[in-house]
């Protein structure tokens, strides 16, 4: 039978608030038993469960409750009889988590809005801190899936640059300029999907599902992604890597990086031809999504590895076949 993971959440502020409430989601009804002690007394060292008037020790709450969990807010790690109570907690096989590191566990996403700069300053961050080996295995994974997808989609290419040629005034192919690896420019290949020189009028904007400059084929191309298939000469090359953040263009990274916290972080690894976030199932063609996808993105830069990556191959073919994700 399957028994609830009993979750003691500690602390009074906005992330501790907004794990709650994830908590008491449906989605975790069935999988998590929550408390919550929002007051917490450093001097005399005791807290009471909310809808409680006694006053005990945190150990002694634990050890009464038999919590498996205890989440602590990130703003009280610096008191020291608490810091105490918590090894003593730890010692009766109770697992401590600071708040932050919850959330991101929770979510599967970086908590930017949240955490200080420190926070992400001594996180593993990007290539620069991943074993060599990884990175030997990556490149290797990148050269053989380019190649594969090159070839098994040549047939592919060549009849959709026919349909274009045929459907729309234009190019075939899509060259724009996007920032790579420690923002460095490189030029990305697509198929061209929208009339030739959509942005003429415009200027630079985020596309839209519906955006009205998106050609007939270009909508199918889009729906079941073929459009990013010249993409894989970008990750031959190494501009690109087979998994990564998507390549954003300077003028909406500039602007982004104003208004959204850490927003350069992404730069820290290789622009990618699929991601975390892209496979999460959302449209991030505002700005508003723009800051839900930094935290898919950091989430996977702090957290690489081999297996993640196969993960996330795996989940863009469901994706792909399965018409989700972006």
Known sequence: MFTKQKVLLLGNDSLINE????????????????????????????????????????LSIIRENKFDTVVVSHRLENFPVLRKQLLEIKFANVTIYDSLYFYEALTEKAPIHYAK?????????????????????????????????????????????????????GPVFFKQERLGLHERPFTLLKFRTMINNAEKVTGPTWAD????????????????????????????????????????????????????PHYRLRFLIKPGLTGWAQVQGGYFGTEEGQVEKLEYDLYYIQNQSIFFDILIVLKTISTVLFQRGQ
Do not use: H
């Open 19 to 58: 794990i709650e409430s994830l908590l008491r989601d449906r989605k975790y009804l069935k999988t998590y038993d929550l408390s919550v002690m929002k007051n917490y007394s450093e001097k005399s060292g005791t807290v009471c469960i909310d809808g409680s008037e006694s006053l005990k020790s945190l």
């Open 117 to 169: 700069d420190e926070w992400f300053l001594f996180r593993n961050q990007g290539e620069k801190f991943n074993p060599p080996l990884y990175k030997i295995a990556k490149r290797c994974m990148d050269i053989f899936l380019s190649l594969v997808g090159i070839i098994a989609s040549l047939p592919f290419v060549l009849l959709i640059a026919l349909v274009i040629k045929v459907s729309s005034k």
């Open 209 to 260: 599902k519906n955006d009205p400059r998106i050609t007939k084929v270009g909508k199918l191309l889009r729906k079941i992604r073929f459009d990013e298939l010249p993409q894989l000469f970008n990750v031959l090359k190494g501009e690109m890597s087979f998994i990564g953040t998507r390549p954003i263009r300077k003028y909406f990274a500039e602007k982004l990086a104003k208004d959204i």
